[in-house]
């Protein structure tokens, strides 16, 4: 089924601890197979969105899972989103994302705030978006279906936008 980038945990309350509050860049990497020695396969780099200030990756699609506590960042996320907020105009020429959002709609004043805000905030200062963001919810029965199809769009998209899917190993 692929990559999925995202296997740490760093969600405050549990509903995200499957999925990181991360960027993940993902870039070529040539993998030698004996039945076929042109086949490619993906590096991917896993951080904290902090981790990703003023530096977001250029050189491959990056995707951002991410959740609202009470409607603010994660504490490993706060000084992205305000960076992102308040200090990244023009500062995302070349960044290709996609954002995923980890929610409980029984927080109805705050679902989704975070990753609705990064979602926009990254297309508004330059920033290239590979597919519409996702939303899970995890006080529905769909959640890990949500994500799956999200993934799904994201991995269709790559061979349009990206070189990862076409670069050959000789």
């Given at each position: ?12 309350k549990g ?28 590096r ?25 506590f ?17 200090g ?18 029984d ?36 959640f ?18 990206s ?8």
């Amino acid at each position: 089924t692929g990559l999925t980038p995202g296997l740490q945990s760093h969600s405050r309350k549990g509903s995200c601890r499957w999925r990181p509050l991360t960027v993940s860049s993902i870039s070529p990497l040539c993998v030698p197979d004996s039945a076929d020695p042109g086949r490619t396969g993906f590096r991917a780099t896993m951080e904290t969105l902090d981790m990703a200030t003023k530096h977001l990756p250029t050189d491959g699609p990056v995707l951002i899972i991410t959740a609202s506590f009470e409607g603010q960042p994660a504490d490993n996320a706060r000084r992205f989103v305000d960076w992102l907020e308040h200090g990244a105009t023009g500062a995302l020429a070349g960044v290709a994302f996609s954002v995923f959002g980890c929610g409980n709609r029984d927080w109805v004043q705050t679902y989704q705030r975070i990753p609705r805000l990064v979602d926009r905030v990254l297309g508004e200062r330059g920033a290239t978006r590979l597919v519409e963001h996702g939303e899970g919810d995890a006080a529905s029965p769909d959640f890990f279906a949500d994500f799956d199809e999200w993934e799904k769009r994201v991995w269709d998209k790559l061979p349009e936008v990206s070189e990862v899917v076409r670069l050959r190993c000789d």
